[in-house]
């Protein structure tokens, strides 16, 4: 974008720009999925996991920062420890979610909030960040389901309840895809 329009010109239109991250999901399973047995290594405390994934965020949010973006939204984690995958792999029940990955989920949630509101300060006004609860609006719609048009908010869609959870549609396939996956 400097090569095409200047550097000038790229600094103005990224202060005008809006950058929405939703980031740190991928991170949250990859550490609570089981360990393959001879590879495994210790685990870092949740907390201390926690930590690492809010630092490296706020390194990259400070790099945008400096090239020039101003306006930021950046997106929580949503309820992991209830989709079908983390409720199988940790044999909860249908209807029921992981709590524990929900209590990570949420420790995150809270301190990435805490960052950018400290950035907020320490690099407003010009900046403004703005952080977008998805784990409490996701939350409202797997509770309330029925009112957003829903018939089930525990079942996978395709794959099944047990691993390797394959969802593609195939004559040979034995995944299984539902009719109509909008509700």
Known sequence: MVNVTG???TREFLKKAIFSLTIGSNDVLNYVQPSIPFFAQDKVSPNMYQDFMVSNLTLQLKRLHELGARKFIVVGVGPLGCIPFIRAINLFPSGHC?????DMIQGYNKKLNGVLDQLNQELGPEAIFVYA????IFMKII???HQYGFK???APCCGGYLPPFVCFMSRNSSSSLCGDRSK
């Open 143 to 145: 509770v309330n389901y």
């Open 7 to 9: 550097e000038i010109s």
């Open 152 to 154: 089930d908010a525990d």
């Open 98 to 102: 992981f709590g524990e990955v929900n």
């Open 133 to 136: 609860n998805s784990y409490d």
